[in-house]
């Protein structure tokens, strides 16, 4: 059981972004994607989630073995995928609660649990990652700061309960709060039945989190794969040491 990506090619608006990318992110593990700025990180990521924009010209995408591709966006969710907020701007009006509930429908077509179900679920996992209740309230994103965008991450994750998650760390201003609770949520959301890949340039959070396999994308491909060792090699001498890169010297700690 596994998300795995094959050969994968894909351009954004005719140009080659990625060039070969293979991963296989299996149930139970947790993987870190690392690299420096541009390298096509995020790019995987919205290609995993189907976004219109970012055009397979080759290679597959495969979860539990059946390809995706064809797929969109809503039906990937329901096989199992799940990007942290898809939609990562403030939309007016909607209520985290109200946004949680429909993320939650989209992604489990067959078990649509009443109102009063869902809040109890819902309840359940506030409790379970700490949080309080008084973020249901708020309005999706708006005026959210750093850390509670991290946590309204995490409690839709924790929600959804997706077979596999990809967890995108954009965020250039994430502080040491934002980063525990990213690796709080994690650590509590892994286990047996979970796939997680984790993308990030901060060499940071590989403190909280502990990957089993971590991997370096550079100019569209994966140039390096390794264990936890990877990630503390990375932290002491960069990215310029591994064969294939030829930039200049990019500290992997932001
Ligand atoms: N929608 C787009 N339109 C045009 N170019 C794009 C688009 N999305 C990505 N690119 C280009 O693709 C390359 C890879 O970008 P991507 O965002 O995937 O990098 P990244 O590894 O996530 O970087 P960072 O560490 O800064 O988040 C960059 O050169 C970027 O300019
Ligand atoms: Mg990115």
Known sequence: MSLEVRELHVAVEGKEIL???????????????????GSGKSTLAYTLMGHPKYQVTSGDILVDGESILTLTPDKRARKGLFLAFQYPVSVQGVSMFSFLRAAYNSAHAQSQPTIFEFKEKLNEKLKMLGMGEEILNRYLNEGFSGGEKKRAEILQMALIEPKYAVLDETDSGLDID??????????????????????????????????????????????ESGGEELSRLLEEKGYSWIKGYKGEEVSAEV
């Open 178 to 223: 934002a980063l525990r609770i990213v690796a709080e949520g994690i650590n509590k959301l892994s286990g047996p039945e979970r796939g997680i890949l984790l993308i990030t340039h901060y060499q940071r959070i590989l403190r909280y989190v502990k990957p089993q396999f971590v991997h370096v994308m550079y100019e569209g491909k994966i140039i």
């Open 19 to 37: 060039r070969g990318v293979n991963l296989k992110v299996g149930k139970g593990e947790v993987h870190a994607l690392m690299g420096p700025n």
